[in-house]
């Protein structure tokens, strides 16, 4: 062979093992070097805080609002079973209503006299545990005492129109006689009992009965008296609003229960004397 021929191909042996010095950095540059991922800067991280602000704020009023409605059905429940309570008790005593409320010689109330059916009670002493139901959810009042407390009444009227009639003296106390059926020309328009959240409505005591939705120590509303924990006739000093969405519910004598703002109640009266409802005259 030449010795031009050996020179050329020992140049081309040469040229071909080489690499080129671009491709070399670009090799070692891709296996020796890791890119650092971007991290968030502060105005993304404040746009995400702030749209989670923001569903917080659409969202937590939307769960409170479940919340009390779920124990408003809690509470039309206890209403609905106390209801039934009634109907078994008036089918036993001659379709009478029982006794609202007596005191002296007997302390009794409607809740003992139709527990039976439901949820017996202690005549005298302690109820804590037998709330479940006598007690709306909602209700969280303080009570005079800690006997068990009741958040149910029955709706009196002084002049004797009320479910309830005017109360009968006895030697040594007094009664709220239940009226017969008979008595009612709009069983689905007359009140049977009330919600009522005082610190004197208490189970074992012999005061559940309310006069108006509100304006008096007996009213559906008050919470604090003026005189004392548990001087309901000293007038109020403190009253709540109603406990679900500006509304109580209320259980009527045929048995049904409704939720009514308090003045869709009081009928030709008002919510310090109240008609309508709370009484038996038809139309007024």
């Not at 071909?16 to 020796?32: I, S, Y």
């Not at 924990?229 to 045929?254: A, I, M, R």
Request: with cysteine.
């Amino acid at each position: 062979m030449s010795q031009r021929s050996h020179r050329h191909r020992a140049r081309r042996g040469a040229h071909t093992a080489a690499p080129r010095p671009e491709l070399a950095a670009g090799t070692a540059g891709t296996a020796g070097t890791r890119r650092t991922p971007a991290a968030f800067t502060l105005i993304e991280l404040l746009v995400v805080i702030a749209i989670i602000a923001v569903l917080a704020a659409i969202l937590f009023p939307v769960f409170a609002q479940a919340r009390a409605k779920a124990r408003q059905a809690t509470c039309q429940s206890n209403l609905k079973q106390i209801g039934l309570a009634f109907g078994m008790y008036i089918q036993d005593y001659d379709e009478t209503l029982p006794l609202g409320r007596s005191y002296g010689v007997y302390n009794s109330n409607f809740a003992f006299l139709v527990g039976p059916y439901v949820n017996k009670l202690n005549m005298y002493g302690d109820n804590k545990g037998r709330e479940s139901l006598w007690r709306c959810p909602s209700d969280d009042i303080p009570r005079a005492y800690d006997s068990g407390a009741m958040s149910y009444g029955i709706p009196f009227k002084w002049d004797g129109t009320g479910t309830w009639p005017w109360q009968v003296d006895y030697p040594g106390g007094g009664v709220m006689l239940g009226r017969p059926l008979s008595d009612f020309r709009q069983v689905a328009d007359s009140l049977l009992v009330v919600e009522y959240v005082a610190p004197i409505s208490l189970l074992g005591f012999n005061n559940p009965y309310v006069v108006a939705p509100t304006g008096d120590g007996l009213a559906q509303d008050c919470v604090e008296y003026n005189d004392m924990p548990e001087n309901q006739w000293s007038g109020c000093k403190k009253t709540t609003k109603p406990l679900h969405n500006e509304g109580w519910d209320y259980l009527f004598v045929d048995g049904h229960v409704k939720w009514l703002r308090p003045e869709k109640t009081v009928g030709t009266g008002s919510v310090t004397d109240p008609k309508g409802f709370w009484t038996v005259t038809e139309n007024d």
